[in-house]
């Protein structure tokens, strides 16, 4: 049959089994070889990360590593490393493999699941693979499709998946939205699925294998849910190197010697981390990017952020929020911080703190908006309870003829300060010069393990309302919340 074909052709049909057979053998080969089917015109970066996470999961595919957890910085290709590529590699061999996916957002995984079935029905892999098995007609559809040898495919979210589904791959990829760090609800949400759920699902334990990718954002996050459960491989990949001395079951280590060499810098060099940094700041970073949020018990402010101005603009939008207590003569401070913004820097302009009876502190933060005028929009922290909402209600009361409103604040107090801190991180807060500023740059330094914590709640009060009314503007006209 071979005798009237052309020794050129016939070299070109070598090269095409020779290219295959390297790609079947090699999960690293394979990505590169494919990559052009899923982004066309965009050329593939090579990096260090990508093999290790490819000899990873090659070890999860030969049985030898059962429980993968991958912390990786965002825009690392991890989701189409993990649950574009790998699936498809496998179904090269083993095609009768069932995968299971789940993101924080069911959209996620479905994005990668057309990208899977891209790849399958392209001339690229039906050219090489094509023979292994088809896809079913009568189960092809964006969130789950089989093939003839019954694999298959199905994507879902945290907190789905129905009843009876089962996979011999479980894979989370993304498990939180990045400001799901804000809320103890949705993290423990999260660990609870998968503890619940989620770990039920794999059709065989001695077998099957699960694999968690993503980055860090709380230490109650379920990457840190899982690490504190035990029994997971783990391979951490900071964006700058931090020394260690982990190596992994397969023998791997981070080849970094140098502290703060960057993992991808072909794609992410110094300028664009340095931006991440300002934008995220701190302790954002120190998660989503170096794979260890910071512990949320101080430290969360450092004075030097914050630069001292003679005032701020006359036209700045402006609001004062307080922080209630009703002691008099010793314990808890009753704090009013006024701030304003203009152009993108907050300023805080006045801060009115002290120990007052409830009689006292109404007069005081009536006669405050008075001097403040009815421009200045106040807010009042409404506490727990009955009489946390009777307290609220009286304070709106007196404050008739201004624009007040009262809130029943979510989260912890450092939870709410992140924002604050972040913004004023990268230069964007400032103080207006004034008697009260030693006192309220020492609280902040030593917020929360100081004694006090009333002008820093008010302050983080202040900039959370200040810039959900800046963003609640409508035709250069202020929508009150």
Known sequence: MTENISEDVLGLLDLDILEAEQARRSLRIYIEKAWPVVEPGRAFISGWHIDAICEHLEAVTRGEIHRLLINIPPRHMKSLLVSVFWPTWVWATAPES??????????????????CRRIIQ????????????????????????????????????????ATGEGGDFLVIDDAHKADESHSDTQLEKACTWHDEVWSTRLNDEKTGARVVIGQRIHERDLPGHLLEKGGWEKLILPTEYEPTTHVTSIGFKDPREKEGDLLWAERFGPEAIAQAKLDLGSYAFAGQHQQRPAPREGGIFDRAWFSIVRAAPADARRVRYWDKAGTECGGAFTAGVRMSTKGGIYYVEDVVRGQWSSGKRNRAIRTTAEIDGHETHVWVEQEPGSGGKESAEYTIQELAGFTVRAERPT???????????????????VLVK???????????????????KDQADAASGAFNKLALECQATRGGEMVTL
Do not use: M
């Not at 995968?99 to 996620?108: C, D, P, V």
């Open 122 to 161: 392209s001339q690229w892999y039906q050219k090489r693979w094509g023979d292994r098995f088809t896809l079913t007609s009568d189960q092809n559809v964006k969130t789950r499709f089989e093939n003839d040898k019954t694999g298959f495919r199905l994507a879902t979210s945290v907190g789905g998946l």
């Open 411 to 429: 989260g912890d107090k450092v939870e709410r300060a992140q924002p604050l801190s972040a913004q004023a991180e990268a230069g964007n807060v």
């Open 98 to 115: 069932r995968w299971i996916f789940a993101s924080y957002a069911e959209k996620l995984s479905t994005r990668d699941s057309l990208k």
């Open 434 to 452: 004034g008697q009260w500023n030693e006192a309220f740059l020492a609280e902040l330094e030593l917020f929360p393990n100081g004694a006090y």
